[in-house]
Every structure is written in structure tokens, then in C-alpha cells.
């Protein structure tokens, strides 16, 4: 089935620094999700892209889906204390399919 | 507006015993529902789906199952629990068109 690799596992950041995950997939993706799970909570839906190049912007949260749609990337600059958690991509497993398959998460400590 | 219920938040229980987790849904019709575990420290692993009454799709063969008794009731179930059932369970919903997910708070499920 289809898999998203998602790197790196973990970061450590100083408060005030950028952070970024990437995702990555052999196969052309129809749309790439972003996922935030706060260190003993459940992951919570951030954003969505599905066009090709797109970028969307949430305060300091930036998010890009490759021009082939194989890839994403979620950028946080200036990081702070709530930035915590995990960070999950997840998309769909397959063409019209209503089931998604998640990366492994990138998990972000920041040291204030 | 929707929301999502999931009981109870913590369990323990011995091994052998049996499992019901419940997870409804309100304020939406028709919700694809699906159940995830995360074991400590690990990605999303998709355990069941359903896209109606009913209708269940099993990921992963293991000593669980699933039930969705009700359009907007989701429940996982074991008749005897085994130590690699402990986990974190994830109940999770989309809207039928769509396939971005929005998780229920979860169940931390120790046995022992």
C-alpha cells in the first residue's frame, strides 16, 4: 500500500528557531494532511493541501505540497513552547479512498 | 457544529478480559468512522473503518472488532485482551466526501 515517509523522527530546537518536517511518497498523492498531537493528546487536524505547489500560511506555520505532489513540508518559524507535539502527514491510501495513512510523525521539543 | 465522544479516557484491564470502547458522533449524518491505535512514542495505526451501518473494513488482522450499531456509533470490542492490546485508541470521524479526520480525545488502554 502506499506510505509516506516522514523525516526526521525527532527535533530538538531552541526556543526562537525554525523547524521543519518533511513528508515524502513514491507515488503521486491527491492531497497531503497535517496533523499536530500535543505531547498526551490526540492528534488534531491542522490543514490540508491538494494542488500542485500550493502553500498556505498559518501564522508562523507554512505548509508546501510539491510540484508532483510526492512531497510536503511544514515549516515553523521562530519556534516557541506550544509549539510542542508531534507532527503527522497523513493522506489518502489510494485513489477515492476515504482512508488516510499517517507517517511516522516528527516529534519537536523545544528548549526554551 | 460536530463533535465526537469517546469513553471512557483511561482502563486497565487483566489479560483475557473482554474490551468495549464506544465512540459517537454528533451534529453530522452519514460520518465515515474509523478506529486507530498508537502504541507509546509511535505513528497512527488504522484498525477499522467504516463508511456506514454495518459496514466494517479490518486493516489489521488481530483479536479485535468493530461494530457501528448506529449511523453515528462506533464501538471496538475484544473477547479476550492480550498484553500487545495496550495501547492508545483513537476514534476518529470524516465527513462521508471528504477524508480529513478529527479524532476523539482517546482511550489509554493498559492491560495487564
Known amino acids: 500500500g502506499q506510505q509516506v515517509m516522514q523525516i526526521p523522527q525527532y527535533q530538538h530546537v531552541q526556543e526562537g528557531e525554525d523547524f521543519t518536517t518533511y513528508c515524502n511518497s513514491s507515488?503521486?498523492?491527491?492531497?497531503i494532511q497535517w496533523y499536530k498531537q500535543r505531547p498526551g493528546g490526540h492528534p488534531v487536524f491542522l490543514i490540508q493541501?491538494?494542488?500542485?505547489?500550493e502553500v498556505k500560511k498559518q501564522k508562523r506555520l507554512t505548509f508546501q505540497f510539491g510540484e508532483a505532489k510526492k512531497n510536503s513540508s511544514l515549516h515553523i518559524t521562530a519556534t516557541q513552547t506550544t509549539d510542542v507535539g508531534t507532527y503527522f502527514c497523513?493522506?489518502?491510501?489510494?485513489?477515492?479512498?476515504?482512508?488516510?495513512?499517517f507517517g511516522k510523525g516528527t516529534k519537536l521539543s523545544v528548549i526554551p | 457544529s460536530q463533535t465526537i465522544h469517546q469513553w471512557p479516557a483511561t482502563l486497565v484491564q487483566p489479560v483475557g478480559s473482554p474490551l468495549s470502547l464506544e465512540c459517537t458522533v454528533e451534529?453530522?449524518?452519514?460520518?465515515?468512522l474509523y478506529w486507530y491505535r498508537q502504541a507509546a512514542g509511535r505513528g497512527l495505526q488504522l484498525l477499522f473503518y467504516?463508511?456506514?451501518?454495518?459496514?466494517i473494513s479490518s486493516e489489521v488482522p488481530q483479536n479485535l472488532s468493530a461494530s457501528r450499531p448506529q449511523d453515528r456509533q462506533f464501538i471496538l470490542s475484544s473477547k479476550k485482551l492480550l498484553l500487545s492490546d495496550s495501547g492508545f485508541y483513537l476514534c476518529?470521524?470524516?465527513?462521508?466526501?471528504?477524508?480529513?479526520?478529527?479524532f476523539g480525545q482517546g482511550t489509554r488502554l493498559t492491560v495487564v
Open positions: 476518529a470521524w470524516s465527513f462521508w466526501t471528504n477524508t480529513e479526520a478529527f
Open positions: 507515488t503521486t498523492l491527491s492531497n
Open positions: 493541501l491538494v494542488k500542485s505547489g
Open positions: 497523513a493522506s489518502p491510501s489510494g485513489a477515492g479512498s476515504y482512508q488516510l495513512t
Open positions: 451534529g453530522t449524518s452519514n460520518p465515515n
Open positions: 467504516s463508511v456506514g451501518i454495518g459496514q
